[in-house]
């Protein structure tokens, strides 16, 4: 008999990044290009293969709003995974009521679905939209032009980057791009089939670029007027980022339908939609579902991230931290020829640089804190909802230092 090939996993602590490259290269299909190996966090900080300790300003991208580690998230996790990890949804689950229950308190007042990240959760925005206009052959939805709202086709078709769509075609039909804070460019682009416009309220892949609230405003009438719905995808905003739970709340409207994912777990897989009380019975069984959406291991997590940020007020302190963090960078920019613009909402900060700059997020990196640049100019900080005055102070004058050294190759 041929013997058997050993397929017991390679080392798990490779000492070198190099090694990780190569099993990467042999192993993983190239959609990423990833720059450290960060094996630990805790609190505000994680640490790579080699020691190396960095401050984390991104937090996986908005996700981890606790930062890592952090106990409540931890405690929910060991206690429920000793309990049960996974069940389906074919039964009935103790902890996910609690978390729809506190999403729609804080957001619509209407019920919740989950399921397990940002693309998903818009999918389901779309499929809600779709049902609930194709009683009247309405279907299409309108976007913005610089959006992001995932990587599935939908989603992808939803997303208005033609340079995302490349290769991909045929995209799933029914997207049309607006102009973001055009409200005319809006209006002409609805129709008989016209179903829904959907918006995140700061573009966040598309540079940290604000929604005018009047626009918001204006977009709600607008909707209302022809009967659309009106739904925000949060993904990236909600969870308190921005200072209010969700970021649509700035602007005093009620969207129809929102999504959630990334903070919403604080490390943990897990998204949702939240509806109004309306259009929350429009999903019935057999129209959607997922395997893994909600389950129990995820509920616990998001339920953990939920209580903290009531309990420690996290959501009013991201205001706080926000402004504090804007102040400090507009000081700063005062200095720098090449910082065009901050902006941002709370703790979603952009630093508009006047070129591409993602050597000064290497730069930064090196210096010790976790950014990333976007949209080719924008340098884009997300840090953990935990993050104090003294790490902000200590975060701006590496950036202040940073700008400073690659000024000077450019
Ligand atoms: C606004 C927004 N929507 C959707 C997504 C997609 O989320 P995911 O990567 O979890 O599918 C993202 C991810 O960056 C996002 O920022």
Redesign the pocket.
Known sequence: MEEQENITPEPTTPQAVETLQALYAEYLMPTYTPSLALVRGKGMHVWDINGHKYMDFLGG??VSTLGHAHPSILSALRKQAGKIIHTSNLYYNELMPQVARVLSLRSLGGKAFFCN??????EALIKLARLWGSGQGRHEIITFRG??????LA?LSATGQEKLHQGFAPLPEGFSYAELNDLASVEERIGPRTVAVMI?PIQ??GGVRLVDPDFLRNLRELCSKHRLLLLC?E???GIGRTGEWFAYQHAGIVPDAI?V??GLGGGVPI?AIVATPELSTILQPGTHGSTFGGNPLACAAALAVLETLEKKNLVEQAKKQGTMLVKRLERMQKKHPTVEEIRGLGLMVGIVMNQPCKELETLLMRNGLITVATAQNVIRLLPPLIVTQAQIKKAVKIIDQGIRQWQEYH
């Open positions: 991208i908005a990240s940002g693309a998903e959760a818009n959006s992001f709202h995932g990587r599935t989603t995140e966040g892949e995808d993904i990236q905003t999504s994912a990334k998204g």
